[in-house]
């Protein structure tokens, strides 16, 4: 990442830290605006997994829902959870407790390891005052990096350039879903959109393997 990709980091750790503080370990916390969106972003990147048993990286993954979900579910997984925030770390291992055999949490970049899916759920939305056209440098770049720590995919979802246009707001970023699908193809010929659920978004899934 360059120092205009920190700058973007900081600005995103500031205001999810100020959220989490604000609301805690809840979906406000991590700015949805419901824990059923929140849920059915879950189910649709998962789609890309579909062996029984699989290691994942949450890449942006708050206080650890996505961990919660795949417990509750049942779904047998080795889970890493990343997220700029410390404050988000925090709230994600006083949650889990010393319950670490299957899942870690950490804030730091270099402590991931690669696993057969990376996933991001609303990672790219909060651009806040960042300009568009760097806020897009900054997707694509983690977006290459989700590729190299992924063994046989990775998945996003994103804001809809489709959205109807009274409702978007200047502080979020609404992806092109078409021009994301044609980028991810650098990384591969098996790639979907997913963009027929009801939320104001899109979800790609990247399969690098068979």
Known sequence: MTSGHDRIVDKVRDFFTSTVTAHGATHRGVDW??????????????R???????????????YGALAQYLLDQG???VYQGFDVSEAMIAHARELFGSDCSARSFSSSLDALK??????????????LDTPPLEW???VKASLEHMASLSLRGFAFNMLSAYSDEDKKRS????G???AFFEYCRRFSKRVALLHDYPLYEFTIHVRLTE
């Open 176 to 178: 092109s879903a078409t």
């Open 114 to 127: 690669p696993a057969d899916f990376t996933v991001a759920s609303g990672v790219f939305n909060k651009k």
């Open 48 to 62: 890309i997994c579909t062996s029984d048993s699989f290691s994942i990286i949450d890449y942006g993954c708050g």
């Open 136 to 138: 897009e440098k900054y």
């Open 75 to 77: 779904i047998d997984s």
């Open 33 to 46: 605006n419901s824990v059923e969106s929140q849920v059915l972003r879950f189910r649709e990147l998962l």
């Open 171 to 174: 502080d979020l970023y609404y």
